[in-house]
C-alpha cells in the first residue's frame, strides 16, 4: 500500500521530491500550452481534416442552439482570464520559496489531467463528436471535483488562492456548466418544445450547485464563476429568443449567486485585511500622541 501510494501521481503529499518538482514543471506547462492552443485555434479556425463536419468552437455553439447556448464574448473573456491565471499559477512552480512549490505541485496531476481532457474536448466538439465530448467532460468533472475535496481544508488559505481559483473551481464551474452546454447539443431535437422545457428544469441546477459551495464552504471563487457563467447563458438566450423563460431564470441564477458571493466575500477578504495589518498598527496613533 505504502509503494503504491508513492508511486500514485493523484496520491496526496504535502512535500515533493527535486524529480516530482521538475516532472511538474515540464508536464504542467506542456499540457496547458496543448491545452491553450488548441482553445485559441478553434476559436478562430474549424478543423480541416476534411473528414468531419465541424466547425470553429463558436460555430457549433450557435448552428446547434440549444435551451443552454452560451453568450461567446462574455465566455471568451472568463477563459482569458482563466488561461492567464493560470500561467500565473504556473510561474509558482518556478518559485524559490518551497511551500509555494509543493502548493502548487499538490495540484499538480489533476490540472495536468485536466489540460489533456479539457484538450480532447476541444478536439473531439469543434468535429461534432458531441456524445465522445460529453465523455471527456464527465471525466474531467470527475477529476476536478476529486481534487476540490481533497484540497476542501485549505481551500480559503490567503496563501492558497492563486492554486485554487486557477486550477481547481474555475476548471470545475466551466466543467459543470459545459455538461449541459454540450449535453443539450448532444440531444437530438435539441431545440424542440420538449427539449427547451427541459432545459428550463436542468438549469436550476447551477444555483443549486453554486449555493452549495457557497452555503457549505464559503468558497465565492465558485459563486463568482457560476454567476458570470449563467450571465453567459442568460445574454445568448435573451437575445436568440425574447419571449421565453430560459433567459429569465439564467439572470435570476447569476443574480442570486452574485449577492451571495458578495455576502460571503466581503467577511473573508476583510478578515484577511485585518490578517495583514502589522500587529500593533491600531496603537499607532496613539503612540504618536505619546
Known sequence: MDRFHH???????????ANAIITYKVL????WLLSAVATVYYYFEPPHDGRYHGGTIWHQNYEHY????????????????LLLLQLA?????????AETVNAACSVGSHFILNNLLHFAFIMLFVRSHFVWAEVMLILNFANLTSLYFRRVAV???????????????????WTFVALYWN??????????????????????????????FIAAY?????????????AALGVAQFFRQIVAF?????????????????????????????AQRPADAERAPLLADN
Open 7 to 17: 508511486m500514485n501521481p493523484f496520491a496526496k503529499r504535502d512535500s515533493h521530491s
Open 28 to 31: 504542467t506547462l506542456i499540457t
Open 66 to 81: 440549444s435551451g443552454f447556448t452560451l453568450n461567446s464574448v462574455i465566455v471568451s473573456i472568463y477563459w482569458l482570464v
Open 89 to 97: 499559477y504556473i510561474g509558482h512552480l518556478f518559485s524559490p520559496n
Open 155 to 173: 481551500t480559503h488559505h490567503p496563501r492558497l488562492l492563486f492554486v485554487h481559483f486557477p486550477a481547481v473551481s474555475g476548471p470545475l464551474a
Open 183 to 212: 449535453g443539450a447539443i448532444m440531444v437530438p431535437h435539441h431545440n424542440s418544445l420538449v427539449a427547451r422545457i427541459f432545459a428550463n428544469i436542468f438549469v436550476w441546477a447551477l444555483l443549486g450547485y453554486g449555493m452549495f
Open 218 to 230: 464559503k468558497d465565492y471563487s465558485m459563486g463568482f464563476s457560476l454567476s458570470v457563467l449563467s
Open 246 to 274: 430560459q433567459w429569465i431564470f439564467a439572470f435570476t441564477i447569476m443574480a442570486v449567486l452574485f449577492v451571495f458571493t458578495v455576502i460571503v466575500a466581503v467577511p473573508a477578504w476583510t478578515t484577511r485585511s485585518e
